[in-house]
């Protein structure tokens, strides 16, 4: 008799982490069904099933969740800096992320699900902790009082709350993850909700040598950021786990803006001048301590910036070549 598959759920999985969550499932065995409003939009999907499907609507939920063992709650209203934090989308991130966090976990308590894990956000912490660039405080524990520096992170933080209490009170096991700017190929690089890895990679792409590109702030501020195969790593140690979090999923490598670009740049083989311009910034500095997921799953992200990013850069850089080649066509075939 064959083996049967576990069955596993993936929230989100036409966007950039649920895509490749899907792969990295299917790659163990799993069988997996993926859903979210739309399919991934630089390679088709690997999931056994895909359901292209509103989960603010609580049915979808409850027909996603119906056989599957395990489910990854990755689905959220998100975005870069240039999305997050200008204010302007406020109501609606809150809004679509809390119906989906709400409708997901209701529904995998009542159907059973063996395991859910949600994907929270560095996000959450206090912004007085992460005023020097230098020493930013992004602790498991410092998470309260509560801070947060935009409405993303208020709402990430309550959906935490709420996963747990569901825990407590109906007994589904839950696996909570902070995140920290998560990056690789196939990923958003242009449009305005794209992060700064993929943001700053497109500039680099599309800059002839020489000329200069334009970096938000005075380019001082600090972050980590993590290749996307490390995340999936901590992702399934964590959910294969007895520890059910919040634990950071990031990179304890932290980096001026500054450096990112002429890291980009070395990668690029290109020399081009930086132009600080005003832009949505976000908190001064941010990284990942990674004590706890080393002292719980005896793991810790290690791969150096530098090679996630070489990766990210041709593949974004291919994009570019891509358009390019495709606007010349286009304006051959008009004048012809």
């Known amino acids: ?3 049967q598959l576990r069955k596993a759920l993936v929230c989100g999985a036409g966007g950039f982490i649920g895509a490749h969550l899907v792969r990295r499932l299917k790659r163990e065995g799993f069988w997996v069904r993926g859903v979210d409003l739309k399919m991934p939009e630089f390679a088709p999907t690997e999931a056994d099933e895909f359901l292209k499907a509103d989960l603010r609507d609580p049915a979808v939920c409850r027909a996603a969740v119906s056989g599957v063992e395990d489910a990854y709650q990755l689905a959220a209203d998100m975005g870069g800096a240039g999305f997050v934090f200008t204010g302007q989308h406020d109501a609606e991130i809150m809004h679509n992320s809390a119906l989906v966090n709400l409708n997901m976990v209701h529904a995998a ?77 196939e990923g958003t690089w242009e449009g305005g909700r794209e992060k700064a890895p993929a943001a700053v990679c497109r ?28 995340c999936l790593e901590g992702v399934r ?55 706890l997921i080393r002292e719980r799953l005896g793991w810790a992200p290690s791969r150096p910036l530098n090679e996630g990013l070489l990766v990210t850069y041709r593949w974004i850089a291919a994009q570019v070549a891509a358009r390019r080649r495709d606007a010349a066509l286009s304006a051959a075939s008009g004048e012809a």
């Not at 059973?112 to 524990?141: T, W």
């Not at 890291?263 to 930086?274: F, N």
Request: proline share 6%; with cysteine.
């Open 203 to 230: 500039k680099v792409a599309e800059a002839p040598d020489g000329s200069e590109i334009e970096i938000w702030g005075d380019g001082r501020q600090t972050r980590s950021f993590l290749y996307i195969d490390e």
């Open 237 to 291: 140690r964590l959910m294969e786990s007895d520890f059910t979090g919040p634990v950071n999923i990031g990179s304890e490598e932290m980096v001026t803006i500054d450096a990112l670009a002429r890291m980009t740049m070395e990668i690029a083989g290109k020399r081009l001048r930086l132009k600080h311009v005003p832009g949505p910034l976000g908190v001064r500095g941010r990284t990942s301590d990674n004590r």
């Open 109 to 185: 308590a009542e159907a059973g699900v063996r395991r859910i894990f949600y994907s929270s956000s560095a996000c959450i912490y206090p912004e007085y902790n992460q005023n020097d660039p230098e020493n930013p405080d992004c602790a498991e524990d410092s998470a309260y009082p509560a801070a947060p520096d935009s409405e993303y992170g208020w709402e990430k933080l309550f959906s935490e709350r709420m996963y747990l209490a569901y825990r407590r009170n109906c007994g589904i096991e839950v696996r909570i993850a902070r995140f920290h700017n998560i990056f690789g190929p």
């Open 1 to 3: 008799m064959a083996q």
